[in-house]
DNA sequence: GCCGTTTTTGCGGTTTTTTGCTGGAATTTC
DNA sequence: GAAATTCCAGCAAAAAACCGCAAAAACGGC
């Protein structure tokens, strides 16, 4: 088994079990302990995984557990929140993913708006469900405790039979050759079917994480409409993508 | 269990319960005490809780006094959730309604269980993606905001396709002649197909709603394996129960 | 193919971390 | 004030991490 391969491996299984020990991944893999603390301290140099004695621990495993309220980025998320809201209209289908920048979004939205909100966040839906006139629909499936939201094969069939009016994505990563990109091999399959199912996909990231890349491929830049991020729409840095064909908010 | 997993148990425990024992934690994550204790000394210096004699406080806790609200039948529900956890074995298929009894005993699972929940209820969901063990299976339909769980055709159907080994159902009321009822019409539907498939039936209540009635009926008495009350199972209120078969614990 | 270089891997020995335990000090509780 | 807890310091065993080092594998140029 190739170095890379094995790594890949190791952050599959942090990435699905969110803790993972050397012992029973040498085991597993049939190397040494020693060679899996090497492996387990690479990834940690580059921020995939939280190496701890023992073994390691997926980054949003801490996440759960100490959420680091970052207040800068906070603000940023309310104002994309405050654009995301002015697109929904009455009586409109919206298909959400998860993250912290649509759980701010679910907050934005005015009471007074009637609408129907499809989605598998958990965290999400806690949201939706405070709002007044607000139709909720929970897409079923195993819950990923990394991302809180359902992902597998009977919530991307689900999906599938949807065509939602709007789909508002959280997005990793976007940049110019690669597109949306993610690093988390479920949330991804799961966000291809959401866009895929709906009229119009709105983007909504940090400004950033634009021209920025992770390992796993959402979708190209031609099925994007709408990105939104904090910064207005005439910043220099958006133009690539707004001769794209992409409208910035 | 690795330290940091551990660490982490425990802040969630705090903040869950605004105050812990270490004799508690320590038997509930099977370490000795001295290691909970250290663990508090750690947490405690990053900030993360105020620790005190025999155990630790929460940091809000401090801040404000008692907010009790109902400690009363809350500590019944506690009960009720420890006789309820100690059913469960390694690598069970568990499905579970909502309620405030459920959500109470997602919080009493120790945390090295390992089993598959399958809910429908949100809050219930919440607590059970905090366990490190859990699988958590969520059944999507549309969220009813009454009783924060999914109801519908498609829930219905999804539960239909299961056979798990245990069921609890947080129950309204029930009684000699009707057996359990109840008073919203979607979540009876969601009670009836849960009961349905799985091979044994537990019914959490407090002690109080025994013998009351409501409007709907879920099931008559002989659909129910066990009733778990916070009272124990030799009150002389239980004798008919019991007559009629069902196990009281 | 061949040979030198670099990377990767496993191993032995040492150091560090973690954890439980013991005995005595400190604290709470009645 | 006495009994029962809880805390603490230090110790010991086990597990894990670290540190070279050398063998093995992969690579690259010829």
Redesign the interface.
């Known amino acids: 088994m190739l170095k890379k391969e094995r790594q890949a491996f190791i952050l599959h299984q942090v990435n699905l079990h969110?803790?993972v020990?050397s012992s029973t991944l040498s085991h597993e893999i049939n190397v040494s302990e020693d060679t899996i603390r090497r492996d387990l301290q690479e990834l940690a140099d580059e921020g995939k995984i939280?190496k701890?004695?023992?073994?390691a621990?997926s980054h949003s495993?801490?996440q759960?557990?100490?959420p680091s309220n970052n207040v800068y980025s906070h603000n940023h998320k309310k104002t994309i929140a405050q654009k995301a809201a002015s697109l929904i209209r009455d009586n409109m289908f919206v298909l959400t993913g998860g993250g912290t920048t649509i759980v701010e979004l679910a907050r934005a939205l005015p009471p007074a708006l009637r609408a129907t909100f499809i989605s598998?966040s958990?965290p999400a839906?806690?949201e939706?469900?405070h709002h007044p006139n607000i139709?909720?629909?929970?897409?079923?499936?195993?819950?990923s405790?990394n991302s809180?939201i359902?992902v597998g094969g009977?919530?991307i069939a689900?999906i599938r039979q949807l065509k939602a009016d709007l789909c508002f994505l959280g997005i990793n990563a976007i940049d110019m050759d690669h597109g949306i990109t993610d690093n988390d091999w479920d949330v991804v399959q799961i966000k291809k079917a959401m866009l895929e199912s709906s009229k119009q996909v709105i983007c909504l990231t940090i400004a950033e994480k634009i021209n920025s890349v992770q390992p796993i491929q959402v979708c190209g830049l031609d099925k994007i409409d709408i990105l939104i991020t904090e910064l207005p729409p005439d910043d220099p840095m958006f133009e690539p993508y707004i001769r794209a064909g992409i409208k910035v908010i």
């Not at 701890?52 to 073994?55: A, F, L, R």
């Not at 139709?135 to 819950?143: E, R, S, T």
Request: proline share 0%; glycine share 12%; hydrophobic share 45%.
């Open positions: 969110n803790r020990l939280i701890v004695h023992g073994g621990l495993f801490n759960i557990y100490y598998g958990i839906v806690l939706y469900m139709d909720v629909i929970l897409i079923g499936d195993k819950v405790k809180k359902t009977e919530a689900r």
